[in-house]
């Protein structure tokens, strides 16, 4: 049963235009999210994180949009750059869920020059 | 800071072997967590420490996973005896974790493993 879900297995975008990410949910305890970027051979690191008592949050070019009623987040990234191609993976937790976070299957992002 | 270390980075073995990968935390941070990478399963975790106590490990496969943290800087993931199917990157990350507020989880390099 997965809870979190990454629909898109991938997304091919110009340099400068907006890359749109989603990811949805499934449990309603969830109350924090989680953004991580992924280059090959290296690990997850984490970009942006959103708390439930929001809707957005934004840090430079990544913002994170939360829509509790429909269990949907996405990230938007603009102006997509060459090096922000890798794979991004969604997470949730909550406090039911201590610090375990519940990974979605990732969206592997290739921005063209 | 180092950041999270793990090794080997790469292990090749064969199947019936023992395998174990070792993980050291980033200093100060109190909770640690294994994952594994797969392309069916994706990102998965199989078991997490706080303050050196297990507290999760209902993601280890089966009884041919093993993990322990005999201290605050040091964990270890066992499998014995290994199958072709645990070829897997396995990745170890580490967090400060304080009621209520998560913080996020800082992750190795990884361990790519391939059992022949």
């Known amino acids: 049963d997965q809870q979190v879900k990454q629909n898109s297995p991938s997304l091919s975008v110009q340099e400068g235009r907006i890359s749109i990410l989603n990811c949805d949910y499934t449990?309603?305890?969830?109350?924090?999210f989680l953004w991580y970027k992924k280059y090959p051979a290296e690990g997850p690191t984490f970009l942006i994180s959103?708390?439930?008592?929001?809707d957005k949050n934004e840090d430079g070019r990544f913002t994170v949009f939360l829509n509790k009623s429909a269990k949907h987040l996405s990230l938007h990234i603009v102006p997509s750059q060459p090096g922000d191609s890798a794979v991004y993976f969604c997470?949730?937790?909550?406090?039911?869920?201590?610090?375990?976070?519940?990974f979605g299957g990732g969206t592997r992002v290739l921005v063209k020059p | 800071d180092a950041g999270v270390i793990q090794s080997p980075r790469h292990e090749v073995t064969e199947m019936g072997q023992e395998v174990t990968l070792r993980c050291k935390p980033i200093?100060?941070?109190?909770?640690l967590f294994w994952y594994r990478q797969t392309m069916m399963r994706g990102l998965e975790l199989l078991i997490y420490?706080?303050?050196?106590?297990?507290?999760?490990d209902s993601g280890m496969p089966e009884d041919r996973f093993s993990a322990k943290m005999p201290n605050a800087s040091f964990s270890t993931l066992k499998i014995q005896p290994s199958e072709p199917r645990d070829s897997a990157v396995y990745f170890c990350?580490?967090?400060?974790?304080?009621?209520?507020?998560?913080?996020?989880?800082?992750f190795g390099p990884g361990t790519r493993l391939t059992v022949l």
């Open positions: 990350a580490s967090s400060f974790a304080s009621h209520p507020v998560y913080n996020e989880q800082f």
């Open positions: 449990n309603s305890m969830f109350d924090y």
């Open positions: 959103i708390s439930s008592i929001k």
């Open positions: 997470a949730a937790s909550g406090e039911a869920a201590g610090n375990k976070l519940t």
């Open positions: 200093s100060g941070h109190n909770s």
């Open positions: 420490f706080n303050n050196n106590v297990p507290i999760d």
